[in-house]
T-cell receptor, first 114, second 117 residues
Framework: AQSVTQPDIHITVSEGASLELRCNYSYGATPYLFWYVQSPGQGLQLLLK??????LVQGIKGFEAEFKRSQSSFNLRKPSVHWSDAAEYFC????????????FGKGTMLLVSP | EAQVTQNPRYLITVTGKKLTVTCSQN?????MSWYRQDPGLGLRQIYYSMNVEVTDKGDVPEGYKVSRKEKRNFPLILESPSPNQTSLYFC????????????????FGSGTRLTVV
């Protein structure tokens, strides 16, 4: 069965500093991979997704993620964090065969300090 | 605007009183799903549907029902709500991967915060 691990429950980053959120997945082959963001009181918004090809994926709001097959990882990065990036971030994995069910990690809460 | 609409946004009810949370999408997506979100547990899937009249259980289906009579609608029904169903609920939709790889991925509703007292 597929699974996703986000090892950090909370992360605090200073505004303007770089950010990396970790995501490790378990799957029998290369899955489809996603990052979503949830701002307080809001639904989840898709930041970026990886299907195949270039392992560095660009998303919205200046985020990027890198797929590393050897490490079963899909870490999210941003070079300079803004206060508005404070939110909860979810990594998700979807199977490459079958239908659309995604499995989500438990999320990482990002706090941005002045 | 492409979107998933959930209603209501907030709901307080009493134990045992049947309720329905509605979900509607305007993107002609085949796949729809319900999740609940609880602190420390992340998102857990309740039910999903791959098309009209096709539904299946997710990871935490107990105490919930769904129906898919029309492609756009996927209501979540709590026949006899209990306090342990107090949670934040999300509906999501997606095209079936094979037909629309480039747009594959969930679009979420804004959520329904349910409190059962």
């Amino acid at each position: 069965a597929q699974s996703v691990t986000q090892p950090d429950i909370h992360i605090t980053v200073s505004e303007g500093a770089s950010l990396e959120l970790r995501c490790n997945y378990s799957y029998g082959a290369t899955p489809y991979l996603f990052w979503y963001v949830q701002s307080p009181g809001q639904g989840l918004q898709l930041l970026l997704k990886y299907f195949s090809g270039d392992t560095l994926v660009q998303g919205i709001k200046g985020f990027e993620a890198e797929f590393k097959r050897s490490q079963s990882s899909f870490n999210l990065r941003k070079p300079s964090v803004h206060w508005s990036d404070a939110a909860e971030y979810f990594c998700a994995v979807g199977p490459t065969a079958g239908y659309s069910t995604l499995t989500f990690g438990k999320g990482t809460m990002l706090l941005v300090s002045p | 605007e492409a979107q998933v609409t959930q209603n209501p946004r907030y709901l307080i009810t009493v134990t045992g009183k049947k309720l329905t949370v509605t979900c509607s999408q305007n993107m002609n997506h085949e796949y729809m799903s319900w999740y609940r979100q609880d602190p420390g547990l992340g998102l857990r899937q309740i039910y999903y549907s791959m098309n009209v009249e096709v539904t299946d259980k997710g990871d935490v289906p107990e105490g919930y029902k769904v129906s898919r009579k029309e492609k756009r609608n996927f209501p979540l029904i709590l026949e006899s709500p209990s306090p342990n169903q107090t949670s934040l609920y999300f509906c999501a939709s997606s095209p079936i991967r094979q037909g629309a790889k480039s747009s594959y991925g969930y679009t979420f509703g804004s959520g329904t915060r349910l409190t059962v007292v």
